[in-house]
């Protein structure tokens, strides 16, 4: 049996193993993003400056650490010219703590969260589970106070939500409901350890697990009674400081099990966040591989993109989500870098292309009712191009002919997916960003089963597939697109 190494395409899929394994939030996603962009000669800059873009040059930019967007400048650009664009989204369906976290029933200690998104909850019963996220830090050196805003992730499985024993719910298997306020809270500790651990640390001025220092207070030090000192303890041993340093986080319950190659044929990926950190990855190293040569922009005249937005699973809305001015902000700042005209923006973005990127659902083997029989996307059938007549989609027959005639030029597979007329239809980012940007746009996405459960599967051949087509279109849009379909 082949291992993903010897095949074809296994670099790109070990990366992508890499990738998931590194980026259990989209803070972290958007962070090994930077480190990739970051070594491969992208410059960072900051919305808060002036920008001075040169042509041939490559940038990026995040917002709130939790969105990104990075672009490479043709050598022959000039302002007015259009931008080829993937656009996928850093975040997927979770349960994030909430400002008071600090649960304590029936002699144990547990962890309020709140849903993020529409997850499918039953899969975070009995899974072992951490923490991640990121934190506010208030440091004082020498009488003078800094903040500092700091990635976390406890790498030990400290939680996690017991189902409960069928002998106390016999008629479960006949509809398994769940409570997500009731029955979704992770046990962290049991009090009584807890107890335990805290006489440990007074007793020696230190925390248990190897910070040294200020002994926390819990009766004195207000801000801290929102959490248990156990979670502040784990946090601050992981990040080497002191528990009185943390002053704010964005955290949440993530699985420890690594993501793995896996199935009989080691043809599958076995991984939590699939949705959408698989796109996530496949178009940011297409636009890193598209873009690496010396040679590489020297004949482009239009500007290659990658906008990862965090916030899509409830529904874009925030400042940096795709509902968000960023992207037409990334659009007419870079343009105007090159022309003082503000109305040459308009005919940027008629000249413009986007690539919604988004997971698709493979058709499942044991639910196979749940498809129209004419559109079955197959695992390793390559991108789904997704299709809604009430523009849920925002793909039309020139945006699917363009992206599938790069498909056709490459020998690359594509499928076509459309809805049940009597199921409703999901969405993504590709509409939103149609219609606040007024770009043509196509909505494709790999096929994979087990759509926001805490662990999903796809099919390795359709990330090398993705990678390939994405990489192929930053390469070739701007030849593709002489082929006018006027409109
Ligand atoms: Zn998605």
């Not at 990366?15 to 590194?22: H, K, R, S, V």
């Not at 917002?63 to 975040?91: C, E, L, M, P, W």
């Not at 006949?174 to 807890?194: E, M, R, Y």
Request: net charge negative; charged share 25%; aromatic share 8%.
């Amino acid at each position: 049996m082949a291992t993903v190494e010897q095949s074809e395409g296994g670099s790109v899929v070990s990366e992508l193993i890499e990738f998931l394994n590194a980026s259990p939030t989209a803070f972290h996603a958007v962070d090994e993003a930077r480190k990739r962009l970051e070594a491969a000669g992208y410059e960072r800059i900051s919305e808060k400056d002036d920008w001075k873009l040169e042509a041939g040059k490559k940038y990026f930019f995040t917002r709130n650490y939790s969105t990104i967007i990075a672009f490479a400048i043709g050598k022959k650009y000039v302002g007015g010219n259009g931008f080829h664009i993937v656009g996928a989204h850093t975040d997927s369906p979770c349960l994030k703590l909430k400002p008071v976290s600090k649960v304590s029933k029936g002699g144990y200690l547990e962890v309020g969260v709140q849903t993020y998104g529409g997850g499918l909850w039953h899969t975070w019963f009995d899974r072992d589970l951490t923490i991640a996220g990121r934190v506010i830090l208030r440091e004082t050196k020498d009488g003078s106070v800094s903040y500092s805003h700091r990635l976390v992730r406890i790498k030990d499985p400290i939680m996690r939500i017991p189902t409960l024993a069928i002998h106390l719910d016999r008629g479960v298997n006949d509809g398994f409901k769940v409570n997500t306020h009731n029955h979704l809270v992770p046990v962290l500790a049991t009090s009584i350890k807890a107890e335990l651990n805290k006489k440990v640390s007074e007793n020696t001025g230190a925390v248990e697990g190897g910070v040294v220092g200020k002994k926390y207070d819990v009766n004195t030090d207000c801000e801290k009674q929102n959490h248990h000192p156990l979670l502040l303890q784990l946090l601050a041993t992981e990040i080497g400081c002191q528990p009185h340093e943390i002053c704010d986080f964005e955290l949440q319950a993530c699985d420890t099990q690594p993501s793995v190659v896996a199935g009989a044929m080691n043809e599958f990926i076995f991984s939590g966040r699939l949705d959408n950190l698989c796109m996530t990855f496949c178009s940011l190293k297409a636009l890193i591989e598209a873009t690496s040569s010396a040679s590489s922009l020297q004949d482009e005249i239009g500007v290659r993109m990658v906008a990862l937005f965090d916030h899509e699973e409830i529904g874009s809305n925030s400042a940096q989500g795709a509902g968000s001015p960023a992207m037409l902000d990334a659009l007419s700042r870079i343009t105007n870098a090159f022309s003082p005209d503000s109305q040459v923006l308009r005919k940027a973005i008629q000249k413009s292309f986007l690539v919604s990127a988004d997971m698709a659902h493979a058709l499942h083997p044991n639910y196979m009712d749940k498809h129209e029989e004419n559109h079955q996307p197959k695992m390793h059938g390559g991108l789904v191009s997704k299709h809604n007549a009430n523009q849920r989609y925002a793909t039309n027959a020139v945006t699917s002919f363009i992206f599938k005639e790069i498909a056709t030029r490459h020998n690359l597979p594509i499928q076509d997916f459309v809805i049940r007329n009597d199921m409703p239809c999901g969405s993504t980012i590709g509409p939103i960003l149609a219609s606040g940007v007024g770009i043509r746009t196509v909505d494709v996405g790999a096929p994979q089963l087990s759509m926001h459960s805490i662990r999903e599967m796809c099919a390795v051949d359709d990330v090398k597939h993705s990678y390939e087509h994405f990489k192929a279109y930053f390469e070739e849009f701007q030849e593709l697109d002489r082929i006018r379909v006027d409109c």
